[in-house]
């Protein structure tokens, strides 16, 4: 078990303005009631501006970040996910789709599947060295729990690459994202820490799967996807959005940002190195026109919850897990 301490000290003489998504600079090895605290924030509770110190000495890698100024830790306790067990299968579902009526989604956990470690055990890539009978028997005990009989996914390259199928494709079919209005097919991306990214339109009975990785987040594969739905008549303000179990912003470190990240993604940073690509996510949906209370954030970090997901990042020979969405059979 992680033990996790902090303490907020005094209110700060200067009242310091904070901004969700921004870095601040840590100070090191402050000290609070003998305990050296590795990183400092400036944080805000209730009214007043305070200085919060957090002491995370137990643990190996801190995970402590601001997000709206609400603390965050290495516990998922907030999610407002629903969770489900069928067929021996656990899934999540996001809690404003769930009410759709004529959709089916979920996320599927790591639990519940035919294939034996390291991919234990619903892993659902043929490519990460599995036995392809294992992943096959894998999909379909998910397909069959959702009810529908047709699956669609996609060989997935880190592109911005986004496919409208009416029918089911064969051949192996390379890109990061799935629209579909056709009933009883089920799209599939499968992640381990980059972002499952659903959509539905409910007014036109039009859904979206999407693979959003740094690299998908870095060409914005949200907001292309977005344009192709529009091109079909979807309205974004109709859009309904899921942003799912992916690496938090407790675990997203990118020493080479500076390579790798344009420079506006720099201020979501939550502390040195380590940034907030729920909220990256989320303000390229809200380019696109999706209304904020439309979008939910899933706040389950993938490479925390190794139980319960796949994390490359945790281990680098790794499963896959599964998010779908489909339109009910008519
Ligand atoms: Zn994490």
């Avoid at 079909?232 to 020493?255: K, Y």
Wanted: glycine share 6%; aromatic share 10%; with cysteine.
């Amino acid at each position: 078990m992680f033990k996790f301490f902090w303490q907020a000290t005094a209110v700060c003489s200067q009242a310091l303005p904070i901004l969700p998504g921004k870095a601040y600079p840590a100070l090191n090895q402050s000290s609070i009631g003998g305990r050296t605290a590795k990183y400092a924030f400036p944080c805000r509770s209730g009214k007043a501006w305070k200085r919060a110190v957090v002491a995370c000495l137990e643990l190996k890698d801190p995970v402590i970040t601001i997000l709206n100024n609400k603390w965050y830790t290495k516990h998922n306790s907030i999610t407002s996910m629903k969770k489900t067990s069928q067929n021996n299968l656990i899934y999540y579902q996001f809690s404003h789709i769930k009410r759709l009526p004529g959709i089916v989604h979920g996320i599927f956990t790591r639990i519940g599947g035919f294939s034996n470690d390291p991919y234990h055990s619903l892993n659902l890539s043929f490519n990460v060295g599995d036995d392809p009978i294992a992943v096959q028997n894998n999909i379909q005990h998910i397909v069959n729990t959702m009810g529908l009989s047709q699956w669609q996914s996609l060989k997935q390259t880190h592109s911005c690459k986004v496919h409208v199928i009416d029918a089911i494709i064969q051949d192996p079919l390379i890109g990061d994202a799935l629209i579909t209005d056709q009933p009883d097919i089920l799209l599939l991306v499968k992640t381990a820490d980059c972002q499952p990214v659903l959509l539905t339109d409910p007014v036109n009975h039009r859904v979206a799967a999407i693979h959003s990785g740094w690299r998908g987040s870095v060409q914005n594969i949200i907001g292309k996807t977005i344009v192709r739905m529009v091109d079909l008549g979807t309205r974004p303000q109709n859009i309904i959005a899921g942003i799912g179990p992916s690496l938090g912003p407790c675990c997203s470190e990118f020493i080479h940002y500076q390579q790798e990240l344009p420079e506006y993604m720099w201020s979501y940073a939550v502390r040195p190195n380590f940034f907030n690509f729920w909220e990256i996510s989320k303000s390229q949906l809200q380019n696109a026109g999706v209304l904020e209370k439309n979008i939910e954030i899933s706040k389950m970090c993938t490479k925390c919850n190794t139980d319960t997901f796949f994390s490359y990042r945790r281990k680098k020979i790794s499963g896959r897990f599964g998010s779908v969405i489909g339109i009910n059979k008519k």
